[in-house]
């Protein structure tokens, strides 16, 4: 259930995310465009659902689900920002770390530090419970800056009142 929030000003124009994938890339345009948003004074919420789970998620989880499907899809999917391959150009790590040194060399921030500039803007973020039901984890697999978690009628909700609404 998505914590009680105070409504913004009628004229605050929304914004809302759906983080569909766990890829390092598609992770970081999401965080940009979040960042960007809340920069310019509207109001973000961004909906990780499926693989963007793991954007979220802490680097192992703590929950240890009782079946063994469950148990082979976080043993394939550690989760942590830090874990995330690129989505073109893997090259089994070779390309992620290639990209991770390039963005160091070019002072851009890493994808944890976009993740606390968002939180510290107010972004707020969504985990699907059904997502978290299908992988087997709990509240407690998740990071510190994730408060809420619900499910597809909420993010509805929220997409219906948005000005802007991105699936990533």
Known sequence: MMNDRVMPDPGTQKVTLVIF???LDKALAGFNIANAAAAMGMEVTMFFTFWGLNVIRKSRGLSKPKDFARRLLGWMNPG??????LSRLHMFGLGTGMMKNL???????????????????GVHFVACTTSMN???LTEGDFIEEVKDFAG??????EARQSHVTLFI
């Not at 942590?80 to 391959?85: D, N, V």
């Not at 160091?104 to 803007?121: D, H, W, Y």
């Open 80 to 85: 942590g920002s830090r874990s995330l391959g």
């Open 152 to 157: 597809a009628a909420s993010f509805l909700n």
């Open 134 to 136: 299908m992988m087997g």
């Open 21 to 23: 994938s766990g890829e």
């Open 103 to 121: 963005m160091r060399k070019e002072r851009m921030p890493s994808l944890e530090q976009l993740i606390s500039m968002a939180a510290g803007q």
